[in-house]
């Protein structure tokens, strides 16, 4: 039998609401619902709006497996644009004797480095040891949130429980003011036909999604906030109105916000604070990101601080490397390495990205000295070596 799905939102649509008043720079820019499915796989809506490059898609994932079969499930997300989604936690429950089910939570991310329309996103699970086969019986439900102002996962935790209600807390505090904290629920046989969910803990948690159990299948909740203090430890304490939990599994994560480093008019050199805006670190830092505006270059003529999170390069912007100028992005869930849109000049420098380059309609010129390069490179625009003015690309 298929799962009734049901969804309680306090928010639908298109809101643009700050998470935590005018201290947090992390905004909500939209949610999806993707409906249940079997055959292990589920298809939002299309987006009512393109997500914009450089934001960030969190997303949370349940899947029931009604087999005995060895778990856990193996989830992932993907785009109509060609995102690349990570999995962060990923938390399993049963097989439970009688239950005849396994059920399963994941919570992926993915910095848009690819912006098309429409843009759908699929939701999959596939069961360890049937190979990439779907599973027949399989249903499989998401929510995906659409955030801006996020950098990179500060810290993530999964625990498992059989007690009547389910508690997890992150690890250890927050590292810095105004992290977004993420957090889902799966519960397990035999919960059955659960009205709602109440949320208590650290701060005011706002639920994204609830699916309520029937003819006891799984459910599960998922919530997000954030955390506007420093060194705060958050915990989430999920109650069922209707029925007592008997299995539980839940996952939290933690983004660090972004400094959000913008260049200001005229420009100038990437070392001088003076060059910066909104800029927490006076120039940017290792796991922050930094926008070249439009009007205002930055020239890298001194080494760049490792693992920088992001550069993006608005269209009308040029950001260029001189010959004394070494570039090292890093990049871990929820950061990305470069978003071009405007010109990208890397032809007298050092380059060694870790992770994505993006580009829209600009253009990219690279010398002699680039490195390796790990990432995905994605995207329009005009990528030419520029070795004597010789080999080019055109995508």
Not at 75 to 101: E, F, H, K
Not at 231 to 240: D, S
Not at 333 to 345: H, Y
Request: include cysteine; glycine fraction near 14%.
């Amino acid at each position: 039998m298929l799962k009734r799905w049901v969804a309680i939102f306090g928010f639908l649509g298109l809101l643009l609401v700050s998470l935590s008043g005018a201290q947090a720079a992390i905004q909500k820019q939209q949610t999806v619902l993707f409906p249940v499915q079997g055959a292990g796989t589920t298809t939002s809506a299309s987006f009512a709006t393109t997500p914009s490059r450089g934001n960030v898609v969190v997303v949370s994932v349940w899947a029931w497996a009604g087999n005995q079969l060895p778990g856990p499930d193996i989830i992932s997300v993907s785009d109509t644009c060609g995102n690349v989604y990570s999995t962060l936690p990923q938390v399993a429950l049963g097989p439970v004797p009688g239950a005849n089910g396994y059920q399963d939570g994941a919570l992926l991310s993915a910095v848009i480095t690819n912006a098309c329309s429409p843009f759908i996103m699929t939701a999959r699970t596939a069961r360890t040891g049937v190979g990439s086969a779907w599973n027949g019986l399989s249903q499989v439900e998401a929510t995906a949130v659409e955030y801006s102002g996020l950098a990179g996962l500060d810290q993530q935790r999964t625990v498992t429980g059989t007690t009547p209600t389910a508690t997890i807390s992150l690890s250890g505090p927050t590292t810095s003011p105004n992290q977004l904290v993420s957090a889902l629920v799966s519960i397990l046989w035999p919960a059955v036909n659960f009205g709602s969910f109440t949320t208590t803990g650290t701060g005011t948690w706002t639920q994204l999604g609830f699916f309520p159990d029937n003819n006891g299948f799984p459910a599960g909740q998922s919530s997000d906030q954030v955390i506007a203090t420093q060194g705060t430890t958050p915990t989430i304490t999920w109650t069922a109105t209707s029925n007592s939990m008997s299995a539980w599994a839940a996952a939290i994560v933690a983004f660090r916000p972004d400094s959000g480093c913008i260049s200001a008019s005229p420009g100038g050199s990437w070392n001088t604070p003076a060059t910066w805006i909104s800029c927490d670190g006076g120039i940017p830092l290792a796991g922050s990101s930094a926008t070249i505006a439009a009007g205002a270059p930055v020239t890298i003529d001194a080494p760049v601080v490792s693992a920088i999170g992001r550069i993006i390069v608005q269209a009308g912007s040029t950001l260029n490397a001189t010959a004394a100028g070494t570039i090292t992005l890093g990049g871990s869930a929820g950061s990305a390495g470069i978003i071009n849109d405007g010109t990208l000049n890397l032809s007298a420098a050092n380059v060694t990205l870790g992770n994505s380059l993006s580009l829209g309609g600009g253009q990219l010129h690279l010398g002699q000295h680039e490195s390796g390069h790990q990432g995905p490179v994605g995207g329009g625009g005009h990528v030419c070596r520029d070795r004597q003015g010789q080999s080019h690309r055109h995508r």
